[in-house]
């Protein structure tokens, strides 16, 4: 291996210890972060930043989610839901999904920026990840392939979308962080026939979920 790889792998732990005290324990998730190399997701010229514990832009006013918010999520996942199809919304850098593929789930990305969608297609290919793109508004789901086992959202939306709810399998759960702009509160929703049970964590702060069940699209 060489020096540069060896640092951005020494890097990589250093990141799983801070999940661990930020308080993330769950095993399956650590051996998934200490598995995909982060760093493959951010340009050459950004990858001093890439084992932060933070956001970053890709570019469209976008960020690659802070590795924590990531973490916190698929712990919420894999301790409901741990195994099946997973439906993610907004692909971003692809992280998120190569992270939820990592974890043994059979992985749907949806994205409504185009280049970003491609981009990230391109990368799944080249890394090895067979997860399945899509360009459009993620806030409608994935009528064809529905059920899912498992839905995340990645960015922060107003309200639950009631088509992603409708295309909850049975037991299966909604991973969504909902509120304004400023700030969302993580949302559990899991599907019990046709109750929904809820549970409230965290606030976050994530960029808006824009579409037709979420934030206007003409403002952003
Ligand atoms: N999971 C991503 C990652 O690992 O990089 C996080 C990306 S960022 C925090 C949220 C993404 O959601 C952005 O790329 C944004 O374009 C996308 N997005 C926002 N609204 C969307 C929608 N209605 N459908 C699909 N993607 C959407």
Redesign the pocket.
């Known amino acids: 291996m060489k020096v540069a790889e060896k640092l951005l792998d020494l890097r990589r732990r250093e990141m799983v210890e801070t999940l661990k005290l930020y308080g993330i324990t769950n095993r399956r998730v650590l051996d998934a972060f200490l598995e995909v190399p982060r760093h493959l997701f951010f340009d050459d010229n950004a990858l001093d930043c890439a084992y932060d514990d933070g956001a970053y832009p890709?570019g469209h006013g976008?960020?690659?989610?802070q590795p924590y918010t990531?973490a916190f999520m698929m712990a919420l996942l894999v301790e409901r839901c741990p195994s099946g199809k997973v439906l993610?919304?907004?692909?971003?850098?692809?992280?998120?999904a190569a992270i939820l593929d990592t974890l043994g789930y059979s992985v749907f990305t949806?994205?409504?920026?185009l280049e970003?969608k491609e981009r990230a297609e391109k990368l799944f290919c080249r890394l090895g990840f067979s997860i399945t793109c899509r360009y459009g508004?993620?806030?409608l789901g994935w009528m064809d392939e529905a059920p899912f086992d498992g839905i995340v959202v990645?960015?922060g939306a107003p309200k639950e979308p009631s088509s992603l709810m409708s295309q909850l399998a049975e037991n299966g759960c909604m991973v969504i962080p909902i509120g304004d702009y400023a700030s969302q509160q993580m949302t559990v929703i899991q599907r019990h026939g046709n109750d929904f049970k809820r549970e409230l964590f965290q606030q976050f702060t994530?960029?808006p979920?824009?579409?037709r069940e979420?934030w206007d699209d003409t403002v952003f």
């Open positions: 890709i976008q960020t690659i989610s990531v993610e919304i907004g692909t971003g850098s692809g992280y998120q949806i994205e409504r920026i970003l508004d993620g806030t990645t960015a994530f960029v979920l824009v579409g979420g």
